[in-house]
């Protein structure tokens, strides 16, 4: 059973940075080879979008409104993935969740797409000020 720990939400003011991370205990491979991993974020009343996926290993995808402020990375060492949020704004405030698919599913549509990614954690906060 595949088992996802996300940490390092918080409250920030706008322009503050946080760094999430999601333990993946029980994997020991190159997680970002074997499974389209991802970090997607949610809002009350929203649906849930894709922020920033690594597929095939190190190919890397964001979100238009992240490009140039979020990076995602893997640590195989401690197998476990984070997401670094820089130049944080108001509107990127949500529940970040933290997700991994079987690697055939992460195509150039389908890596944003919830239903390519059959584990998922439950999620951390993050709060953005203005």
């Known amino acids: 059973q595949v088992q996802l720990a996300e940490s390092g939400g918080g409250s920030v003011q706008a322009g503050g940075s946080l760094r999430l991370t999601c333990a993946t205990p029980?994997?020991?491979?190159?997680?970002?080879?074997?499974?389209?991993v991802a970090w997607f974020r949610q809002t009350p009343g929203k649906e849930r979008e894709g922020v920033a996926v690594?597929?095939?290993?190190?190919?890397?995808s964001y979100a238009d409104s992240v490009k140039g402020r979020f990076t995602i990375s893997q640590d195989n060492t401690n197998n476990t993935l984070s997401l670094q949020m820089n130049g944080l704004k108001p509107e990127d405030s949500g529940m970040y969740y933290c997700?991994?698919?079987?690697?055939?599913?992460?195509?150039?549509?389908?890596?944003?797409?919830?239903?390519?990614?059959?584990?998922w954690g439950q999620g951390t906060q993050v709060t953005v000020s203005s």
């Open positions: 997700a991994l698919g079987p690697v055939f599913g992460c195509t150039s549509t389908g890596r944003w797409q919830p239903m390519s990614y059959n584990y």
């Open positions: 029980g994997l020991s491979f190159n997680i970002g080879v074997v499974y389209c």
């Open positions: 690594i597929s095939g290993g190190n190919a890397r």
